[in-house]
């Protein structure tokens, strides 16, 4: 509260006796100050200090009221009684241009807060038993329940006071339609509550993402709040648009009210976190697609989609809610096959939409009413009741000079045959567009949309999605589209811009350009290339594609550029040893390519062909799958200080073999092979990440005991 004047007290008296609570101001902040006020007190009466931009007085206790943000400075203060033990209380200070506003629970509220609505503040004083000028922040906090049917100002709305009632379990304002404006973000300071319903109303605007701070509700109920006074339409305005996603923060949550009359266009998939719902009412609203996310609702046991404009199929995923007793999808724009899990729910409603294979006597009612969001106008039926069907307003249509894009749905009429035709509109409609006859080169499909790539003809068919082919609901039509395009530049088209290719490889450009024109039927015929690309040369090449057409206009050039990877190359020479020296096969070899590391993916192996003379074979494959090998032979000798053993004379003298090229395609073999059967030892790769070498070891105990061994370093 706000004192003038100031009495000095003596440190030794002052005693703390209240908890400080804290209330911003509203963004409409006064400066201006009530000249005095009077506080009695009934031991001994001092004066308080309003100390301008002070800071917050704080004291202990062990009852704390929230902070109401955004709370609202009173440009005049009423006379208020405080009742304390003490001789003087605590002095506060009072600051009108900060944020905030020292207050403590036993503080006489201030009645600016409730921004004048008469029915907060007669309610209070009912639940209190106090008049508004008595009554202290804690006897607001303690109030447990609200419950207000008999607001009879077309002015109300909720202030943010509401968020003073902190100890709210229950709060229901319902029915009259005369509580208009937005739900508070203060809303959400009231943490307690489990119970929470507006409907009914004339309220607008979203729902604050601070309705996820009530994680203690179990109902909440916000329905019909766009529905007018006389009940025959909706607002334009009222309570909708997107659901938060703080709403997933609502796990106790077993009741969800939304729909009858409102305008929410679509639920989050935080929606899925809410596993004790168990009723979900979103009818008569303005959702187009639901998430995938509700099949997480295990315990749901009614769910009411209907009169809304959903347009998508019903989720075989949703099968999982196998505790549920109520499904009602009637009156939107569902498409597609019933799946098989709807047909063990008691009580299923899906009649006003484009489904179809639903069970007989199942689901669609006996004299089912249209459905006032989606359909265009009802006449007598004129085909066989009970069906779907679709017609084309014209079977010739002709596009106005330079369209090239349609919506074939524009050219569509949809029908569903009960006792009276029902026709529903264009934004309900999926199709699928396929070419019947014309240049299939000339018009390309996406969805609903057709687009004319040529001057021409086409003739197209159009079906509507998941309804085609089935009996009695067949719902295609055919219709031919006339365009008369001025003539456009070719256009050059590249698969890629960038290609590497191994040296000596084939390469032909037209692998990777193609030219289209809207006139031109020869335009390939017209591209022109600059630049050679040598595949056998390694490096880099540059390819520019430039194309024009028979009436000079030209095409934007691409540019193809193109590397030529080189094979890697091999550099090693024959070695000659001696029984019983260490031999490591990579010690002199060279490779020399692109890949930096390529000396880490040479593969080593050895063939014995006699017991001296050995074949060892180096492989290596590039990042980009060139390959090279390189063969070299290596000759042991016996040193003279060793007996050399008898040597089989049906051994052929081996003879030196030609030098193995770099060439992948040319296979390595020797002039002279063994006609005695060769011992064949595999030299094993390196499984040692930390050696780029796979050493050999090629040691000869004897002349006729001769082995290859492989040493890792």
């Given at each position: 509260?706000?004192l003038?004047?100031?009495?000095?007290?003596?440190a030794?008296?002052v005693v703390?006796?209240?908890t400080t609570f804290?209330?911003?101001?509203f963004?409409?902040?006064?400066?201006?100050?009530?000249?005095?006020?009077?506080?009695?007190?009934?031991?001994?009466?001092?004066?308080?200090t309003?100390?301008p931009?002070?800071?917050?007085?704080?004291a202990?206790?062990?009852s704390?009221?929230?902070?109401?943000p955004?709370?609202?400075v009173?440009?005049?203060?009423?006379?208020k009684?405080?009742?304390?033990?003490?001789?003087?209380p605590?002095?506060?200070a009072?600051?009108?241009?900060?944020?905030?506003i020292?207050t403590?629970?036993?503080?006489?509220v201030?009645?600016?807060?409730f921004?004048n609505?008469?029915?907060l503040?007669?309610?209070?004083?009912?639940?209190?038993?106090k008049?508004?000028?008595n009554?202290t922040?804690?006897?607001?906090?303690?109030?447990?329940?609200?419950?207000?049917?008999d607001?009879?100002s077309?002015?109300?709305?909720?202030?943010?006071?509401?968020?003073l009632?902190?100890?709210?379990?229950?709060?229901?304002?319902?029915y009259?339609?005369?509580?208009?404006?937005?739900?508070?973000?203060?809303?959400?300071?009231l943490?307690?509550?489990?119970?929470?319903?507006l409907?009914?109303?004339?309220?607008?605007?979203?729902?604050?993402?601070?309705?996820g701070n009530?994680t203690?509700?179990?109902?909440?109920?916000?329905?019909?709040?766009?529905?007018?006074s006389?009940?025959?339409?909706?607002?334009?305005d009222g309570?909708g648009?997107?659901?938060?996603?703080?709403?997933?923060?609502?796990?106790?949550l077993?009741?969800?009210?939304?729909?009858?009359?409102s305008?929410?266009?679509s639920?989050p998939?935080?929606?899925?976190n809410?596993k004790?719902?168990?009723?979900?009412e979103m009818s008569?609203s303005?959702?187009?697609?639901v998430?995938?996310?509700?099949?997480?609702l295990?315990?749901?046991?009614s769910?009411?989609?209907s009169?809304?404009?959903?347009?998508?199929?019903?989720?075989e995923?949703?099968?999982q809610?196998?505790?549920?007793?109520?499904?009602?999808?009637?009156?939107?724009?569902?498409?597609?096959?019933?799946?098989?899990?709807?047909?063990?729910?008691?009580?299923?409603?899906?009649s006003?939409n484009?489904?179809?294979?639903?069970p007989?006597?199942r689901?669609?009612?006996?004299t089912?009413?249209?459905?006032y969001?989606n359909?265009?106008k009802?006449?007598?039926p004129?085909?066989?009741?009970?069906?779907y069907?679709?017609?084309?307003?014209a079977?010739?249509?002709?596009?106005?000079?330079?369209?090239t894009?349609?919506?074939?749905?524009?050219?569509?009429?949809?029908?569903?045959?009960?006792?009276?035709?029902i026709?529903?509109?264009?934004?309900?409609?999926n199709?699928?567009?396929?070419?019947v006859?014309g240049d299939?080169?000339?018009?390309s499909?996406?969805?609903?949309?057709v687009?004319?790539?040529?001057?021409?003809?086409?003739?197209?068919?159009?079906?509507?999605?998941g309804?085609?082919?089935k009996?009695?609901?067949?719902?295609?039509?055919?219709?031919?589209?006339?365009?008369?395009?001025?003539?456009?530049?070719p256009?050059?088209?590249l698969s890629?811009?960038?290609?590497?290719?191994?040296q000596g490889?084939?390469?032909?450009?037209?692998?990777?350009v193609?030219?289209t024109?809207?006139?031109?039927?020869n335009?390939?015929?017209?591209?022109t290339?600059?630049g050679?690309?040598?595949?056998?040369?390694?490096?880099d090449?540059?390819?520019?594609?430039?194309?024009?057409?028979?009436?000079?206009?030209?095409?934007?050039?691409?540019?193809?550029?193109?590397?030529i990877?080189?094979?890697?190359?091999?550099?090693?020479?024959?070695?000659?040893?001696?029984?019983?020296?260490g031999?490591?096969p990579m010690?002199d070899?060279?490779?020399?390519?692109?890949?930096a590391?390529?000396?880490?993916?040479?593969?080593?192996?050895?063939?014995?062909?006699?017991?001296?003379l050995?074949?060892?074979?180096?492989e290596?494959?590039?990042?980009?799958g060139a390959?090279a090998?390189?063969?070299?032979?290596?000759t042991?000798?016996t040193?003279?200080?060793?007996?050399?053993?008898?040597?089989?004379p049906?051994l052929?003298?081996p003879?030196?073999?030609?030098?193995?090229?770099?060439?992948p395609k040319?296979?390595?073999?020797?002039?002279?092979t063994p006609?005695?059967?060769?011992?064949?030892?595999?030299?094993?790769?390196?499984?040692?990440?930390?050696?780029?070498?796979?050493p050999?070891?090629?040691g000869l105990?004897?002349?006729?005991?001769a082995?290859?061994?492989?040493?890792?370093?």
């Open positions: 509260m706000f003038k004047k100031k009495k000095i007290i003596s030794s008296l703390v006796l209240m804290t209330i911003p101001t963004a409409e902040e006064t400066d201006v100050i009530s000249e005095s006020e009077t506080t009695t007190v009934e031991t001994t009466s001092e004066e308080k309003a100390t931009n002070s800071n917050d007085t704080t202990e206790t062990n704390t009221i929230p902070e109401i955004e709370a609202a009173a440009p005049e203060l009423e006379t009684s405080i009742k304390s033990t003490e001789t003087a605590e002095e506060k009072a600051t009108p241009n900060s944020k905030n020292t403590e629970p036993t503080d006489i201030d009645v600016s807060l921004e609505q008469q029915w503040i007669k309610f209070t004083e009912k639940a209190t038993g008049t508004i000028a009554t922040y804690e006897d607001i906090a303690a109030i447990k329940t609200m419950q207000v049917n607001i009879s077309l002015s109300a709305f909720i202030p943010k006071a509401i968020g009632y902190t100890g709210l379990e229950s709060l229901e304002i319902c009259k339609r005369n509580l208009s404006g937005t739900i508070p973000d203060e809303i959400g300071n943490t307690n509550l489990t119970y929470l319903r409907m009914g109303n004339s309220l607008n605007g979203t729902i604050p993402d601070s309705i009530l203690k509700l179990q109902t909440l109920d916000l329905a019909n709040n766009a529905m007018n006389t009940y025959n339409g909706y607002r334009a309570l648009g997107a659901v938060p996603e703080s709403i997933g923060n609502l796990t106790e077993k009741q969800l009210n939304l729909g009858s009359y305008n929410f266009t639920l998939s935080s929606i899925g809410l004790k719902l168990e009723t979900l008569q303005k959702l187009t697609s998430p995938i996310e509700v099949k997480d295990t315990s749901l046991k769910m009411n989609f009169y809304n404009q959903i347009n998508q199929e019903i989720p995923e949703w099968g809610l196998t505790n549920l007793t109520n499904f009602n999808v009637e009156c939107n724009a569902f498409y597609g096959e019933i799946p098989e899990w709807t047909y063990s729910v008691p009580t299923i409603r899906l006003k484009h489904l179809f294979d639903v007989a006597g689901g669609m009612g006996t089912p009413t249209f459905n969001l359909v265009d009802i006449e007598d004129t085909v066989k009741a009970n069906q069907d679709v017609t084309a307003i079977d010739e249509l002709t596009l106005p000079n330079g369209t894009t349609f919506d074939v749905r524009d050219n569509l009429l949809s029908v569903y045959q009960t006792t009276k035709a026709y529903f509109p264009k934004a309900t409609l199709t699928e567009s396929t070419l006859s299939a080169s000339g018009i499909f996406d969805g609903n949309n687009t004319i790539l040529k001057s021409g003809t086409y003739e197209i068919n159009v079906e509507l999605k309804l085609q082919d009996t009695n609901m067949n719902a295609q039509a055919t219709f031919k589209v006339t365009a008369d395009l001025p003539n456009q530049a256009v050059i088209t890629e811009d960038h290609i590497t290719i191994n490889s084939s390469f032909d450009y037209h692998d990777y193609s030219v024109d809207d006139s031109d039927t335009i390939n015929e017209a591209l290339v600059t050679t690309v040598d595949v056998n040369t390694p490096g090449y540059v390819l520019t594609m430039d194309a024009t057409d028979s009436e000079g206009l030209a095409a934007t050039s691409k540019t193809l550029y193109v590397h990877n080189g094979i890697p190359v091999i550099t090693a020479e024959d070695q000659v040893i001696t029984k019983g020296d031999f490591d010690a070899i060279i490779v020399t390519d692109e890949d590391d390529i000396e880490s993916k040479v593969i080593a192996s050895g063939e014995k062909m006699t017991d001296s050995y074949y060892v074979t180096y290596v494959t590039d990042s980009n390959k090998t390189k063969t070299i032979q290596v042991v000798l040193p003279a200080n060793v007996e050399p053993d008898k040597i089989d049906s052929p003298v003879k030196n073999i030609d030098p193995p090229t770099n060439d040319t296979k390595i073999v020797a002039k002279t006609t005695a059967t060769k011992k064949s030892n595999k030299l094993p790769k390196t499984g040692d990440s930390t050696s780029n070498h796979i050999l070891i090629v105990m004897a002349l006729s005991s082995a290859l061994l492989l040493r890792r370093k």
